[in-house]
């Protein structure tokens, strides 16, 4: 029987402030500075304002404990926050899933972890699961399009396919996060890379300006929003594109302090998209 509940691809019209936060990581610090800098809270009691995470929530930030007793604090933190304002806000604020969101779903489904479990991919991060949490990562959508003054954006964790395709079409019959992750079209929405910015390592597919260009034109968009990797820019692409990498969390992939700066995209129309950088007294970023 086919799961209704589950919406991997969502088509939203956004009017007001938009505010996008790429990979945070754990650092409930950075997200609770941005919230208060863009007064994000203020605009959402009163209608006018977006909020949209680019996944990649958990794994890496502060940690208590060692061993096998080591617990991700921030981690666990920033996803309750989200899941608070979400039951708040649910039709303004949205979190697309990150890689990292997508195995830790894995990882659940393969050894059928539930309430009281602890999800983990080896080193980077323990989750544990509350009915909440657990509700959360199912949840998440593979992908996002933005309808705001006049311009379509798509959002996603990674980038572009390799091959392009109609979101809304592609998606409409996956079932849960599990089933898009394993569909490879599908997957490299999680986890590409451009090929003119290959800077995060690990597994990836790389994608050009002309894959870019034929997925944002089938899917009748003007802008890609994404994270994944640690190089937030702005880049102007021919045929009208724009091409936005937002990352973040700076600094040290293991601290969560106020000296280390973070970045996030500011889109207040009649104004184009704008990354706001705060740079920390600690150095630039890792």
Partial sequence: MANNSYHAFLDLTVHGHLTVIGD??????????????RQVETGLQAGDHTLVSLGDLIDRGPTEGSGEDIVFTGA?????????LKAKYPDQVHVVAGNHEARHVDEIGLWNLGVGDVS??????????????????KGLPVALVLSM?????????????????????KLSGVESLADAHRLVPVRQLLWSNPSWSMKAGGFY????????????E?????????????????????????????????????????????????????????????KGSRGPAT
């Fill in 149 to 169: 003054a006049g311009v379509r954006a798509v959002v996603v964790h990674a980038g572009a396919p390799e091959r392009a395709f109609d979101l809304k079409e």
């Fill in 76 to 84: 666990e933190a920033l996803v309750d926050r989200f899941v608070e």
């Fill in 120 to 137: 983990a991919w080896g080193s980077l991060g323990r989750l544990r699961l509350t009915a909440d949490r657990l509700a959360f990562l």
């Fill in 218 to 278: 089938t899917n009748r968009a003007q802008v890609l929003i994404r994270g994944h990797t640690d190089e937030s820019e702005i880049m102007e692409l021919p045929g009208g594109r724009t091409y936005i990498c937002v990352h973040s969390a700076q600094g040290d992939e293991g601290r969560d302090a106020d000296g280390e700066g973070y970045v996030y995209l500011a889109w207040d129309p009649p104004a184009g998209p704008t990354l706001i950088t705060q």
């Fill in 205 to 216: 597919f790389a994608y050009g300006e002309s894959h870019l260009g034929a997925f944002l």
């Fill in 24 to 37: 945070l990581h754990g650092k409930i610090n950075v997200f609770e500075a941005i919230l208060r800098e």
